[in-house]
């Protein structure tokens, strides 16, 4: 098979990959703020639109999984760190020439990035061969370089730069320097006296000495004095740097697209193992999570929100982590439970592990079972947009109405809190209409409510709620567990929201 991506093994994949703008959820989810922290130091290679297009075949996910494996290897690892070290130098020597202005400075710079191209190519098909790749997807990549090492293109190549280089560095040439005129000619065998100058100074060496040498921080154009004499060193050599000037023309064909998409593609894989790398000392594991289109059942262990984690580790916090399932006919989740419990953390742990599953990486916790879906709406509290002309209400009459006529049997919805701006009646009622229609969708749903009454919708809905402490009921454990809803979950949220809980008036009345 011919080697395409690294991303994706067909090409009708691949053609998804550069999805310029995130999906919807992104945001809800905080998957913005998580590629953001992944992508962090390597805004040249453009990561983002990676990470937003969910792949739609288990083949196309085990893919990336393999190579996420194989990556994983600190071998491996190295063997392209490497490599992108190295392409790094060849756009480095790339964007030096194209800010020069003389001529042969500017060749040598390009000449220069394609001799790094080709030490880079033949540095990662080195390591490959010492410790060889198992993935599909690298073995692909490994044969390809194979075959691209023994062109007769590329052997050329390294003809060309070999030669050229020997015969630049065999130019000779002389300096006579005057009041106001340097004579540029051919060298005649004058002696060195830099040779002698540097003997006769040797007697009085007396150790090494501190380098005092004035480092530039930048690096600084030709001055037109040594334009000049370049210049006229390529007259006296018209052949050698005729070859130059035609080996520059054609420079930027040197570079073979496959392996300039693969050093940018790659660093999904190098990004995502250094995220997750942060993550090892702070005890939180990641896996490899089983994905199916055919069953929607689902079961993670010791799952946790990634954007809250990174947060939680930043500041030396533990992180809490939850399991969950769906089994059998099981298909949506009512959270409901105390104010600031974990609930919308919960909603956006389920559906950020479902997105990252379907990109092909590895997902916070220690073993996962999820569900290939075709689409994920989310429903999160929005402020009010004066410019629609529309309630809050009913924008989210509006935005619900268009979710559930574009959701399949496929699709997965995370609905958070939705009505909280009308009466509980009236509540009850909307929230019974929608979930009424995702039963008759059978899709997955993740439902943060504080209606109880929601949860004995239907035998394929189960109930989960956020805890406390047992021996101090306002403190919260940011647990999620299976349980039958206890009904104060609502008088809770209005106490707090006007200020009647038994704390809040204690503090206000007199003793």
Not at 310 to 330: A, G, I, M, S, Y
Not at 341 to 352: I, Y
Not at 395 to 424: G, K, P, Q, W
Request: aromatic share 12%; charged share 25%.
């Amino acid at each position: 098979m011919t080697f395409r991506s690294i991303l994706n093994p067909s090409l009708e994949d691949n053609a998804k990959a550069d999805m310029s703008e995130p999906p919807a959820y992104f945001a809800d989810l905080n998957l913005d703020q998580i590629v953001a922290s992944i992508a962090a130091g390597k805004q040249e290679y453009n990561l983002g639109p990676f990470f937003y297009e969910a792949l739609k075949s288990r083949d196309a996910i085990e893919y990336r999984q393999e190579v996420m494996r194989d990556l994983e290897n600190d071998t491996h690892y190295g063997a392209v760190t490497r490599f992108a070290n190295a392409m790094r130098l060849v756009r480095e020597h790339l964007g030096q020439a194209g800010k020069l202005h003389y001529k042969y400075q500017k060749e040598a710079w390009l000449f220069d990035a394609v001799e790094l191209y080709c030490q880079g190519v033949d540095g990662l098909l080195s390591d490959f061969r010492a410790a060889a790749p198992s993935s599909s997807g690298l073995v692909g990549f490994f044969a390809f370089l194979e075959g691209y090492n023994l062109s007769p293109v590329f052997r050329e190549l390294l003809s060309q730069i070999a030669t050229l280089k020997a015969k630049l560095a065999s130019i000779r040439y002389s300096l006579l320097i005057g009041a106001g005129v340097i004579t540029v000619s051919d060298y005649h065998y004058e002696p060195n006296y830099g040779v002698e100058i540097q003997a006769d100074f040797e007697k009085f060496k007396q150790g090494a000495a501190g380098d005092h040498i004035l480092k530039f921080g930048g690096f600084e154009q030709m001055n037109h004095i040594e334009a000049g004499v370049l210049d006229r060193v390529a007259r006296l050599n018209p052949e050698i740097f005729a070859e130059l000037d035609d080996f520059s023309a054609r420079s930027s064909s040197f570079f073979d697209p496959t392996i300039l998409r693969f050093d940018r593609e790659v660093q999904f894989y190098v990004a995502y193992i250094s995220h997750m790398r942060r993550f090892a000392g702070a005890g939180l594991t990641f896996c490899y999570p089983r994905v199916s289109a055919e069953t929607k059942e689902v079961r993670v262990t010791e799952g946790y929100d990634l954007a809250l984690a990174k947060t939680l580790v930043d500041q030396k916090l533990p992180v809490v982590t939850n399991d969950f399932f769906l089994n059998e006919r099981e298909r949506i989740i009512i959270v409901s439970g105390p104010n600031q419990g974990g609930k919308t953390t919960f909603a956006r742990t389920f559906g950020l592990l479902h997105h990252l599953a379907a990109i092909g990486c590895p997902v916070p916790g220690t073993d996962a079972q999820l569900f290939l879906f075709d689409r994920m709406f989310t429903h999160f509290e929005k402020e009010e947009d004066v410019h629609n002309l529309r309630g809050k209400l009913h924008d989210d009459l509006y935005r619900l109405h268009r979710t559930l006529a574009e959701a399949t049997s496929h699709s997965i919805l995370i609905l958070n809190e939705v009505f909280n701006s009308t009466s509980l009646k009236d509540a009850i009622f909307l929230s019974t209409r929608i979930l009424t229609k995702i039963i008759a969708l059978d899709a997955l749903c993740v439902c943060v409510t504080f209606i109880d009454e929601l949860a004995a919708l239907s035998t394929t809905s189960v109930s989960m709620g956020s805890t406390v402490k047992p021996d101090n009921v306002a403190e919260r454990t940011f647990k999620i567990v299976r349980r039958t809803p206890d009904g104060l979950a609502y008088a809770i949220s209005v106490a707090e929201k006007y200020g009647l809980t038994y704390e809040q008036l204690r503090e206000r009345l007199p003793s």
